[in-house]
């Protein structure tokens, strides 16, 4: 649609945002969050859903694939405390689902889904969901 630096919609638009695998790679996240809560409504929300880099798969796609070493600089962490700047955060998730058309790969998926469903592993997870809602003004 634009730019998430500079959107062209007018102010408190939107009730609900979302962002998938798009965040991390912003290269001015500062101003895309100012940007995203300026379209927001009062209690609108925005979900992010963005790659763990934490998780060896992701990490070795994006070193090599994507936008290189600066992503490890994007983090959960970082990423939240950003968001939290902006928004309310209301709940930071692990989510492990991942597309494919292949059955064997799809065992091994949800083989990997049920690992990482266990509290200390959901580290490992492919991708966590962020939910954020703005308040006041």
């Known amino acids: 649609v634009g730019q998430a630096e500079k959107l062209p919609f007018n102010r408190e638009i939107f009730d609900l945002i979302f962002v998938n695998d798009s965040f991390i790679h912003f290269d001015n996240q500062e101003a895309a969050m100012n940007q995203l ?32 070493l600066r992503t490890f600089r994007r983090n959960k962490l970082k990423t939240c405390r950003l968001i939290s700047r902006h928004l309310m955060v209301e709940e930071v998730r692990p989510l492990n689902l991942i597309y494919t058309k292949t059955s064997w790969k799809m065992s091994l998926l949800n083989l990997y889904d049920k690992i990482t469903s266990i509290n200390i592993l959901s580290v490992f997870s492919f991708r966590y969901v962020i939910i954020a809602r703005k308040t006041g003004n």
Request: a positive charge; zero cysteines.
């Open 37 to 68: 809560k300026s379209v927001l409504k009062n209690e609108g929300r925005v979900v992010f859903i963005e790659p763990n880099i934490i998780n060896p798969l992701i990490a070795i796609t994006l070193i090599f694939f994507k936008r290189g």
